[in-house]
T-cell receptor
Framework: AQKITQTQPGMFVQEKEAVTLDCTYD???????LFWYKQPSSGEMIFLIY??????QNATEGRYSLNFQKARKSANLVISASQLGDSAMYFC??????????????FGTGTLLAVQP | EADIYQTPRYLVIGTGKKITLECSQT?????MYWYQQDPGMELHLIHY???????EKGDLSSESTVSRIRTEHFPLTLESARPSHTSQYLC????????????FGPGTRLTVT
């Protein structure tokens, strides 16, 4: 069965420093997608970054980059130059593919990031 | 920026009441989803739809029902609310092609007393 594991319930980082949020996944499907979402205390889910299983290069979006290590089945999120507004819950998710139809997302349990001034 | 809306944002209601949570998107997405999330926990898919007149149950069993009569509208209904239904409900939509990232609405925080 497909599964996402986030082993860090909470993380602290100093403002302006970089932080890595861990995510490992398990799937037997050769084609899959990995996503990171940010959920502030207000509750909405904000899409941050996407990595396809066949993508050769690590995805980057501004201060966000995804450290994709396929052999290790890990997809860690790196946030550079942390800002106070980065304080939020971060969820790693995997797109499930069964016959190419579902596109359902499986979410990890999340990591609560606190950026300290 | 995604255009997906949910109403109400907050709802406190008594046990036994019928409620409908609204979700609308203006992006023309075929695929729509409902997730349930308890505070500080992961999201669980409870319903999804591939398009008009298509609805499927998700991975987490739910007593709620959904309908998809129009592409842009995917309401969720609870016929008789119970305290165990207290949770946050998040609606999302995605395109049929591409990376399939899902765009989320702001959520409805439901409290059943």
């Amino acid at each position: 069965a497909q599964k996402i594991t986030q082993t860090q319930p909470g993380m602290f980082v100093q403002e302006k420093e970089a932080v890595t949020l861990d995510c490992t996944y398990d799937t037997s499907d050769p084609s899959y997608g990995l996503f990171w979402y940010k959920q502030p205390s207000s509750g909405e889910m904000i899409f941050l970054i996407y990595q396809g299983s066949y993508d050769q290069q690590n995805a980057t979006e501004g201060r966000y980059s995804l450290n994709f290590q396929k052999a290790r089945k890990s997809a860690n999120l790196v946030i550079s130059a942390s800002q106070l507004g980065d304080s939020a819950m971060y969820f790693c998710a995997m797109r499930e593919k069964k016959g190419g139809a579902t596109n359902k997302l499986i979410f990890g349990t999340g990591t609560l990031l606190a950026v300290q001034p | 920026e995604a255009d997906i809306y949910q109403t109400p944002r907050y709802l406190v209601i008594g046990t036994g009441k019928k409620i409908t949570l609204e979700c609308s998107q203006t992006m023309g997405h075929d695929k729509m989803y409902w997730y349930q999330q308890d505070p500080g926990m992961e999201l669980h898919l409870i319903h999804y739809s591939y398009g008009v007149n298509s609805t499927e149950k998700g991975d987490l069993s739910s007593e709620s029902t959904v309908s998809r009569i129009r592409t842009e509208h995917f309401p969720l209904t609870l016929e008789s609310a119970r305290p165990s239904h207290t949770s946050q409900y998040l609606c999302a939509s995605s395109e049929a092609q591409g990376a399939f990232e899902q765009y989320f609405g702001p959520g409805t925080r439901l409290t059943v007393t």
